[in-house]
């Protein structure tokens, strides 16, 4: 055929004008799949296929515009029409209104797409609480997943912590896949006994697109689970399986469900992941069950020191059936560490065990994520290396990447290290990884209010109050944010008033209403309360420890009692040189044994031991405990009468992260002293809020 032939054809058989037409409308139809399928939460696979199905339909469309014609009569095949009969211009005539139509609409998608609001997050600062700048609606992965609690179908309710840990081992396997977003087994624990559950109410309160269920039946040496994972958005079951096998086949089950849902969710999975997520913990079943009932305790009932020595006997056992059992060796670290941590018992025997649980740990598998966080715990809460601790947690946090407890211990140990914007990032990061574990909160609240930032420490712990009212320590967290910043003892007066209805501990309430008859100058209220508490002395994490009879030595000197208060000082002063004795490196124990010497009257022995704590490794190198040591050196030199050294360190300490805060400064008598220098009224007024006038003279 003759080129310039073959082209008129072309155009008298409209194949230029179907081009364009078909050009138009597979672009529109391109845009349309564009929009829909994420609205929809469709797979975004629909969207692929439908550009291919397009693009392949394109030559189709070109070679039937060639061969076919339509006509009054139908579709006919081009060679068998005349050209009289021929309709081909009023068809290119009708095609050409059809392209503007559809073009009209295509111009109206161009101009809506780029105008359309987006989502603005605006970051919060010192000045603008995030309350106040938080977004209307965040942001929800499409890979984000909430493992809910397994229902336990067995007839032995003593098998329900099988169930438990069935669920635990598959959220904790998902855990290990850093293109996934897991929450953690403490947040979604709350749903464990609810009827009936809100998919929807529950995935946005844990911010997340998909829940799985499921549930377990132990009979003999038989296991039966059954897991469906949920798009909560939609409501729409993506996948269920049932699985009835051997009881010995139960971690391949965990691994199967694991390894099912990373696919549905279209999870990337490193060869690093895929072998984790097939490793069986354990191949021996009765030490599984051993360190299920472990951790279990651990779970339900707290950390009580009997507690902790039945977790300890449990593991003991695990390990004993299981030497390669490194998940029991690294849970015995973590309760041999919290012994210790929390001066249940500072002995040496006690470390050596923890460091035992370590090495063996370390000959089984050094490279595991649990063996990283253990050995980061034992540089952190033994050796105080802080370099040290935060290299194993990084390295713990690469093969954990959604463990909230790892995230915690790097904000930390950030925090230790004085790097405060960073540590607060990560606490706020452990929280969206555990939005339900009030313990989450209460550490990112306190490193807002050691930052006196307390507008956000206060937003935090309202929320958690809001689903958890009534609970004792985020309410007294709360209340010590208002005397912090205020001064205000109104919401701490209420607490430890209705406390007796509630099921606190009675200990709790004693401490606390102890610190708030000091603050309100009623100390016979303070001997009162201390007569009720029952513990020989006050205690905190990392070695902060405060002998019951100094508190009661302060309130009889100040009730004017000098001979009963001398008694419960050198009480108090025994019982802290015997923990410096036993504990000679560690810088609080020391400025604990000057302060308690500094009330006892032995000034110059307080003033040297006080500046030597400040030296020590434990304060110097940790900008927490140093901002707590200079406030308390100052406060030394304050009963020691030497003002200008005092003011001289309370100026520092009121200058830095953990200092003193306004509301102490203005309620402690042990500031007292300092009362009539105008050097300390500027120093209460530099830390008081804006909207509160200085104290009347």
């Known amino acids: 055929m003759n080129p310039r032939n073959f082209f008129a054809e072309l155009r008298r058989r409209n194949v230029y004008k179907v081009a364009v037409a078909y050009a138009v409308v597979g672009w529109l139809v391109m845009q349309v799949a564009a929009t829909i399928v994420p609205a929809l939460h469709l797979p975004d696979g629909i969207t692929s296929a439908v550009v291919v199905l397009v693009l392949l339909g394109f030559p189709i469309a070109l070679i039937l515009a060639w061969a076919f014609e339509l006509t009054p009569e139908g579709i006919k095949r081009s060679d068998e029409v005349a050209l009289g009969e021929s309709i081909t211009p009023k068809t290119g005539r009708k095609l050409m209104i059809t392209v503007g139509v559809v073009g009209a609409l295509a111009f109206g998608l161009l101009l809506f797409q780029p105008t359309r609001p987006k989502s603005v997050v605006v970051a919060p600062d010192s000045t603008a609480p995030a309350v106040i700048a938080a977004p209307a609606a965040e942001a929800i992965s499409s890979k984000s997943i909430a493992v809910l609690p397994f229902q336990n179908l067995s007839k032995d309710e003593e098998n329900a912590f099988f169930a438990d840990g069935v669920q635990d081992e598959i959220l904790t396997t998902l855990a290990k896949v850093a293109d996934l977003k897991v929450i953690s087994r403490t947040s979604v624990m709350q749903y464990k006994n609810t009827e009936r559950r809100n998919l929807p109410e529950i995935a946005q309160a844990l911010k997340v697109a998909h829940v799985l269920e499921g549930s377990v039946q132990r009979s003999a040496n038989r296991v039966r689970v059954s897991a469906q994972l949920i798009d909560a958005r939609t409501d729409a079951h993506l996948w269920a399986e049932r699985y009835d096998r051997e009881l010995a086949d139960v971690f391949a089950i965990q691994s199967e469900i694991a390894q099912k849902i990373a696919q549905q969710l279209q999870a990337a999975l490193s060869p690093k992941e895929k072998a984790a997520i097939e490793k069986k913990p354990t191949n021996d079943v009765a030490a599984y ?409």
């Open 289 to 697: 069950d051993l360190y299920l009932r472990a951790k279990e305790i651990s779970r339900e009932t707290g950390n009580r020191p009997d507690q902790m020595h039945e977790q300890i006997r449990l593991l003991d056992e695990a390990v004993a059936r299981d030497p390669a059992f490194v998940s029991a060796w690294c849970s015995l670290v973590h309760v041999h560490l919290r012994l210790y941590w929390f001066a249940y018992d500072e002995s040496q025997h006690r470390v050596e065990l923890a460091q035992r649980a370590l090495d063996a740990a370390a000959r089984v598998q050094p490279d595991a994520g649990e063996f990283h966080l253990a050995r980061g715990l034992f540089h952190y809460q033994v050796s105080r290396d802080y370099d040290a601790a935060m290299s194993e947690f990084a390295a713990a946090r690469r093969a954990l990447p959604n463990d909230p407890d790892v995230v915690l211990y790097i904000a930390i140990i950030g925090r230790r290290q004085g790097r405060w914007e960073e540590a607060t990032r990560h606490f706020d990061e452990a929280v969206a990884l555990d939005p339900r574990n009030p313990n989450r909160q209460l550490e990112a609240a306190n490193a807002y209010s050691a930052q006196r930032r307390y507008p956000e420490a206060a937003r935090i712990l309202d929320g958690v109050l809001a689903w958890k009212p009534g609970d004792f320590t985020i309410e007294r967290a709360r209340a010590q944010i208002d005397v912090a910043a205020r001064a205000d003892l109104r919401r701490m007066q209420r607490l430890v008033t209705d406390a007796d209805a509630k099921s606190v501990n009675a200990d709790d309430v004693a401490q606390q209403r102890t610190m708030l008859a000091f603050w309100q100058r009623d100390y016979v209220a303070a001997q009162e309360a201390l007569a009720g508490y029952g513990r020989p002395a006050f205690t905190a994490g990392g070695g902060s420890v405060w002998p019951r009879d100094f508190f009661e030595g302060r309130a009889a000197w100040a009730a004017g009692d000098t001979q009963k208060a001398q008694v419960s000082f050198a009480a108090a002063r025994e019982s802290a040189a015997a923990r410096v004795k036993a504990r000679p490196d560690d810088g609080r124990a020391l400025m604990t044994l000057a302060l308690i010497n500094a009330n006892a009257g032995a000034k110059d022995e307080a003033i040297g031991q006080g500046e030597q704590a400040l030296k020590l490794d434990t304060v110097a190198k940790d900008a927490l405990h140093r901002a707590e040591a200079l406030t308390s050196l100052a406060m030394i030199y304050a009963r020691a009468g030497e003002h200008e050294r005092a003011l001289d360190l309370l100026e520092q300490a009121a200058k830095l992260p953990g200092g003193p805060s306004y509301g102490i400064l203005i309620l402690s008598d042990v500031w007292d002293p300092l009362r009539k220098e105008l050097r300390f009224d500027k120093i209460v007024a530099s830390l008081a809020p804006k909207d509160t006038p200085p104290p009347a003279k």
